[in-house]
């Protein structure tokens, strides 16, 4: 068993995690216990997984761990990856990985200089369909790609005083855009690489303390494929998430975010699709769509388990940083009003 301490509850899919490495012992992590800077919720936490709730950072460090899950808020990221890294042990690190480009820099200066493993933690690189969509198109079965949309939505505005919550905090986590929408900008990354360039307009639309709740970003590669990524966190309903057009026929998913796993669908539609020109019909691609969005966030923790074990991280520190550096680059466009390289030095000034 892996001796595995969890460095902060702020994150709430940390619960998602842990509870399914606690109910599926042969996944081989122990929790060992948990710590936060905020006592209180530290306490809850710990009393609510049955785990022992340590009172300082350095002595759950020193307890005879040898891995820890990060899910505290984005702004202490950086001095927990340090802290972890000093202290030689494995680190999965909660999305998003920073606040700045500085702060990544840091995390993946700890990471490299002291040899730890390190990964980050993101669901949609461990969901079946997005692996197989990624497969589909690594592998040109229906030709080149031409153009790729993603949406991704929440919606935020049905949720009791969440403008109030750390979420929306500017020195904890920027706001509801650089927290969320780097879940389908590093989709993108996994799928197709670094971009060039970013045109992004982004808008606060309902409550003024959730800032940047929708935006609309264009990424442009070097061979010419567009890619947009859409994200509306004022969404109640929807049902297409993922659409890929291709030279020799069409990706489509459905259900495969918050507002639209959760709705009502015909019993027969399948979550996965696939067109070919020529085709008499659809191709479903078998994998099952879950009928909310918490079991993905479930899904992380057996792909995390292996990665404590050895297997290759899920993402990279410097994919994390890359990541980050395409989050910040669209609000760099936004600003600036124009397309923007996604190497800009600028946007170390975000």
């Known amino acids: 068993m892996i001796r595995t301490g969890i460095l902060g509850f702020a994150h709430g899919h940390c ?9 599926h012992p042969e996944y081989g ?5 948990g710590w936060d800077h905020d006592p209180t919720r530290a306490r809850t936490s710990c009393r609510d997984f049955g785990i022992p709730c340590f009172s300082s950072l350095e002595e759950i460090l020193s307890s005879g761990i040898s891995a820890v899950l990060i899910t505290s808020e984005t702004g202490h990221h950086a001095s927990l990856v340090e802290a972890a890294a000093r202290a030689g042990k494995d680190i999965i690190l909660y999305k998003p990985m920073a606040l700045t480009m500085a702060e990544a820099d840091r995390i993946v200066d700890a990471v490299e200089k002291n040899g730890v493993r390190f990964t980050m933690a993101w669901q949609m690189r461990t969901d079946p369909q997005n692996q197989r969509m990624k497969d ?27 403008g109030s919550t750390w979420h929306c905090d500017p020195a904890m986590n920027r706001d509801i855009f650089a927290d969320d929408s780097a879940h389908p900008i590093n989709l993108m990354l996994w799928i197709f690489g670094m971009p060039e360039t970013v045109s992004c307009e982004m808008s606060t639309m309902l409550d003024p303390a959730v800032v940047n709740d929708n935006a609309v970003a264009l990424f442009k590669y070097s061979n010419g494929l567009i890619a947009e990524i859409s994200c509306s966190f004022t969404c109640c309903a929807s049902e297409i998430t993922t659409e890929v057009y291709c030279e020799k026929g069409s990706i489509q998913q459905y259900f495969g975010d ?13 979550g996965l699709k696939w ?6 019909d659809w191709t479903d691609s078998g994998i099952p769509s879950p009928d909310s969005h918490g079991p993905r966030l479930g899904w992380q923790a057996e792909p995390l388990a292996r990665f404590l074990a050895g297997a290759d991280p899920i993402c990279t520190a410097r994919e994390g940083r890359d ?4 989050v910040l680059s669209c609000y760099l466009s936004a600003r600036q009003g124009r397309r923007v390289s996604v190497q800009d030095p600028a946007i170390y000034d975000i």
């Open 136 to 162: 589909m198109i690594a592998g040109e079965e229906l030709g080149k790609t031409c153009l790729f949309r993603r949406r991704h939505s929440l919606p935020t505005q049905t949720w009791a005083n969440f």
């Open 323 to 326: 990541t980050l550096r395409l």
């Open 258 to 270: 918050n507002p639209s796993a959760r709705l009502p669908r015909p019993g027969n539609m399948p």
């Open 275 to 280: 067109y070919r020109e020529g085709d008499k």
């Open 15 to 23: 619960a998602a995690i842990v509870r399914q490495w606690l109910d």
């Open 29 to 33: 992590v122990e929790v060992a216990g």
